[in-house]
DNA sequence: AATTTGGTGTGATCTATATCACACTAGGCG
DNA sequence: CGCCTAGTGTGATATAGATCACACCAAATT
């Protein structure tokens, strides 16, 4: 049975066994429990982190104090504070884990190294950047010209594993919906 | 004076004459009057789309048949439908010009070959396109935690150039506020 | 067993924003 | 010239959804 960051990879494109080896050798993992941070508002973020289990949600605190969720990841996603990672500036949103989590880490370096190196994983990474990108407009379309009911039952097509595990109220945040207004929109 | 997409990708890296020009053979170009469509809904989109001159808009109409504009592109900046694009799908969103425009076009074909034969050229696209997530991120927390006025504010900062070429109305249709309520938030 | 913590439902109200309706202006074009 | 079209402002009203307040339950925690 393969790693699960090479059957990640290799759904675009293929590696040799001595190549995956020196990816994976880039990378470094940590375990988390339930509740720990994986980033911290106001931190450096030296890492992108690729989930090798448990669940994290990635949440942005308005002026007035509110949690927005920006982001979930389990299982096979990637999740960190990109423009902060990227900038190489202070996060500006909590990483924190909702079950018992493990991850890999990728520094910036790491991961520059890597796509200078290996052609074939800077693809990977683009391939995998380009489909974020697209995820995040249609996100935006739905934010625009759905109704709350519309983006809830989105979600629940879109993700109904991740329905499973994750109580209402914060679905209500990642779609920006109170959760009394969430708890409310059953029959309507 | 160089070219404007060789100035665009030495952004991020350095090309010979001889590598750029290897480039530039795989766009073709596009003019359009205003008003004229670069992609139509139901259509196949063959291109992603490099600005040379002009103004255009990514629009996507709601089930009631309401307007939201997913994008603007203006000189340097590239759209398209992408999730259309990349899948091969029918475009779900229409472009059209709100000046008389000019575009480079490259075709998914050409993009995939140039990025396999020259790796400088895939980080490049790598590159772009981690910024472009980035960018859709803040959007999407600018969307769930602030006000209409807010997100009005934000858009005058971060764009100053394009306010002055776009009309009121479009602002208010890419900030998902109608334009009466856009009309009124001078002072409050 | 008792208490806290996290999640949920639901009534009563409040409010930001949408909607509808109309008037005004400036510019392009027959 | 006069007629469209596009863009804008603003009043009156409607409404989706937020907020506040409370009750209930189940699973941890002590």
Known sequence: MSHPLRIHLEKISPFSDAEFDYI???FTTKKLKKHQF?????????NDHFVLKGLLKATHTSQDGKEHILQFAMEDWWIS????????AAATINIDCLEETEVLCLSLHNREKLCSELHKIEHCFRVKTSNGYVALQRRIISLLDSS????Y???LLQYPTLTQRLPKTMIA???????????RLHGA
């Open 173 to 183: 945040a990642y779609l920006g919906v109170s959760r009394e207004t969430l708890s």
């Open 81 to 88: 504070d990109y423009q902060a990672h990227f900038n190489q």
């Open 148 to 151: 709350a009911k519309e983006r």
């Open 38 to 46: 994986l980033v911290q508002e106001g931190n450096a973020v030296p």
């Open 153 to 155: 039952e989105q979600f």
């Open 24 to 26: 994976l050798s880039h």
